[in-house]
Every structure is written in C-alpha cells, then in structure tokens.
Nanobody, 119 residues
Framework: QVQLVESGGGLVQAGGSLRLSCAASGRTFNNYVMGWFRQAPGKEREYVAGIAWSGTSTYYADSVKGRYTISRDTAKNTVYLQMNSMKPEDTAVYYC????????????WGQGTQVTVSP
C-alpha cells in the first residue's frame, strides 16, 4: 500500500520561499505520476504540479508556473515542491498524491501540510 508523508509547511512572508517534501513508500513508483495539490478554505482543491516518476514530464498550474518547481529524488523516494516568490493566495493545505500511469484519478494521498503566506 502506498504511503505518502508530507513535510516542510509553515509560515512565510510574501516573496519568500518554502520547500515541501513528500516521502513515498509501499511500492516502487516507476509507473507512477506524483502530484501536489492544494486546498484553501472555501475553495476547490487545485492540482498545482505533477511529475512522472521517470522525470520525463512535468505539469504546472498557471497560477504557479514560473514560481514553483516539482522534482523527485528516486534514491530517497521523495518528491519535492520548491515554492518561490510566494503570494498570500498560495496559502492552503498542500497534499502529495500518487496515481498509476494509465489511471485517471490520484488514488493515494498524504495527510497534508499547512502553508501560510503572510502579506
């Protein structure tokens, strides 16, 4: 069973940076896409960034393009989300998720980590 554990959230001022980590375990992930989602109070969950475990392709939402970078360390089974030039509207609970290539839905989720950006 896939287990995902996020870390790295916290409070940062606007313009600052944070790096989130997602430690993945339970199986090999060669056939997986790893994603970061976020959900702010009263808003729908947003797919922020994704990366194929092979590293051959990435996805970014328009809202974070140019500011966020997703990466993975296959030796550590860890996915990262580097967040730069942060804005108050980036405030949300951030979730790591995994889906098998060929499947539509992300079926495995972490517990989430709070990110708060102060003005």
């Amino acid at each position: 069973q896939v287990q995902l554990v996020e870390s790295g959230g916290g409070l940062v001022q606007a313009g600052g940076s944070l790096r989130l980590s997602c430690a993945a375990s339970g199986r090999t992930f060669n056939n997986y896409v790893m994603g970061w989602f976020r959900q702010a109070p009263g808003k729908e969950r947003e797919y922020v960034a994704g990366i194929a475990w092979s590293g051959t392709s990435t996805y970014y939402a328009d809202s974070v393009k140019g500011r966020y970078t997703i990466s993975r360390d296959t030796a550590k089974n860890t996915v990262y989300l580097q967040m730069n030039s942060m804005k108050p509207e980036d405030t949300a609970v951030y979730y790591c998720a995994a889906r098998e290539i060929g499947r539509v839905d992300f079926s495995s989720w972490g517990q989430g980590t709070q990110v708060t950006v102060s003005p």
